[in-house]
């Protein structure tokens, strides 16, 4: 018997997993309020050296003081990094007459000033990340993925030894804890060290959520969990743009996106552990347990698996052995899947954050174009609720990662003056992202077999993280060559797209529970075997 049986037995796809859902989405909702935080969190308004106060300038307009205190850019922008050594009086005459000496220029000696129109406060503001300072500035954000990447590679072994519910609870709990410090944060050094541990701890929710909920659901409604899972993200995308717009101080903002966790912790009790875990670590009570629970809630009192005949499965299966992340490598299957999904993952948090984190350049306020790049991810998951279906999980994620890479390539050529066009190409580069993301966490779910799934998404979010922490650094690259970032994130996605085609498709396969499921060849389910009260997936409201 396989658990896709147990679960038509308990009555498929009801409210029992729809309840679970409901949860597992509103937790996955602070994911995005924090992996996408550093675009409020650090923002450098525009800026200028400060100059001291002088006798001379007390007849002068402010206008005035910077005409006579700070070099302008070709633009005719005041510089943001340098000024004067001493006043050239002589531009009140003529501004057009830029000193050629650049002797008399020098960086800012007195700090800098900043324009508090948008943001009250951010972390450059704080302790000027600006200039000379501007990597540190980029670092935080990177810092805050090196944490996610750890916690990937700790919370996707934990979770397959200890359990996913009892994992995701820690998750949430530290990911409280910490984000709560960092909100106190006296000095740089404390807010990295903490915005680190943040990501550690927010690893486990990111990484769990999803498995969890898809080791609930039947063949047919596994796009549907996915797409669902994923909607909730841009839910959270949204409300980030809408609490930084409410909140412009960066200690208050911290706590906005923090507090929601206190929420998902209460709510979680009422959560069960996964009983595909519990029985293939032979813990049949407790997976009995949960399914006579979920049988009943679904309306099937008729439910009579008994404990025994789950346990005969987990003996079948041999199941409840030892396994690492060395158990990914050691089949040729296994093998294949977890270099090919490696690279895709890579190279989806890479393109993904790299657009996320740029929300500047297009005509656009920071807020909206927040609020947009989440709105118009919705959609584009919409999109991937039927391509997955019809033309396969392998098709849909080699394409919209090829097609996200190619918008950011023709941004490269659409020139600065064409906002419009450019937003345009942006949202629909964002969109094509998103997809790929979406896609990717179902995908790589229905690639590992139940007994290396957690181990799998952790080694597969590693890599991302990986690429996370990447993203914001390849900015620094502009120094180099203005359009050298551009470049970097479309020839990293298009290369990572092509390698999706690598893997095998798992459209209508059943969920492989140990390794030899996945060495021989996959069974196809026909798209009505499996149902939710009779009702095709298809069918379901969207």
């Not at 000496?101 to 972390?123: A, E, L, M, P, R």
């Not at 620094?476 to 050298?484: H, T």
């Not at 479309?490 to 140990?514: D, I, K, W, Y």
Request: hydrophobic share 45%; proline share 4%.
């Amino acid at each position: 018997m396989k658990f896709e049986d147990l679960l038509l037995e308990t009555g498929g796809f009801g409210r029992f997993q729809i309840l679970i859902l409901a949860i597992l989405c509103l937790a996955r909702i602070n994911l995005p309020m924090h992996f996408l935080l550093h675009n409020f969190l650090a923002a450098t308004p525009s800026h200028h050296c400060a100059i001291p106060h002088r006798e001379a300038f007390v007849n002068l307009t402010r206008e005035e003081v910077l005409l006579i205190s700070i070099p302008q850019k070709p633009d005719g922008t005041f510089s943001s990094c340098e000024m004067f050594s001493q006043p050239q009086f002589h531009l009140l005459l003529n501004s057009s007459l830029q000193p050629e000496n650049k002797s008399i220029i020098q960086s800012c000696q007195h700090g800098w000033v900043y324009d508090h129109s948008q943001f009250t406060s951010t972390i450059s503001t704080q302790w000027d990340l600006v200039c000379e300072q501007r990597g540190l500035n980029q670092a935080t954000a990177t810092f805050f993925f090196i944490g996610v990447t750890v916690g990937a590679r700790v919370f996707g072994d934990l979770s397959d030894r200890f359990g996913r519910k009892a994992m995701l609870q820690l998750s949430l709990l530290c990911s409280l804890v910490f984000g709560m410090l960092s909100a106190a944060s006296v000095s740089y050094t404390m807010l990295a060290v903490t915005r680190t541990l943040t990501g550690v701890a927010l690893s486990g929710l990111s990484l769990i959520v999803l498995p969890l909920g898809m080791e609930w659901v039947d063949v047919q409604h596994r796009t549907f969990t996915g797409i669902l899972s994923s909607i909730f993200w841009s839910v959270g995308n949204m409300l980030l743009a809408l609490a930084a717009y409410l909140v412009r101080e960066w200690h208050w903002l911290l706590v906005a996106v923090t507090a929601p966790c206190l929420l998902s912790i209460i709510c979680l009790w009422w959560v069960p552990e996964s009983a595909r875990w519990l029985i293939a670590k032979g813990k049949v009570k407790q997976a009995h347990r949960h399914l006579l629970r979920c049988a009943r809630m679904n309306g099937r009192k008729d439910f009579a698996v008994s404990p025994e005949a789950l346990t005969r499965m987990a003996t079948d299966k041999n199941m409840g052995g030892s396994y690492s992340y060395i158990s990914l490598f050691r089949t040729p299957v296994l093998r294949k899947i977890s270099v090919c999904s490696g690279v895709v993952w890579f190279g989806v948090a890479f393109s993904y954050y790299g657009l996320s984190m740029n929300l500047t350049g297009f005509g656009l306020s920071i807020y909206l174009s927040q609020f947009v790049f989440g709105v118009i991810e919705i959609p584009a998951k919409m999109a991937m609720y039927v391509l997955v279906n019809r033309i396969g999980r392998r098709q849909s994620q080699a394409w919209t990662l090829i097609l996200a890479g190619v918008c950011i390539g023709a941004n490269i050529l659409i020139p600065k003056s064409f906002s419009s066009l450019r937003s345009v190409v942006a949202v629909l580069g964002k969109g094509c992202s998103e997809a790929a993301f979406t896609t990717v966490f179902l995908y790589t779910s229905e690639l590992y077999p139940t007994i290396l799934r957690q181990n799998g998404m952790g080694y597969t979010s590693f890599l991302a993280r990986l690429g996370g922490a990447l993203a914001p650094l390849v900015f620094l690259l502009d120094e180099v060559w203005r359009s050298l970032p551009e470049v970097t994130y479309c020839a990293v996605a298009v290369c990572s797209g092509a390698t999706a085609f690598l893997l095998p498709e798992t459209l209508n396969a059943r969920l492989p529970e140990g390794i030899e499921d996945v060495e021989k060849p996959q069974v196809k389910v026909p798209p009505e075997a499996s149902t939710a009260e009779g009702v095709p997936l298809q069918a379901l409201p969207k």
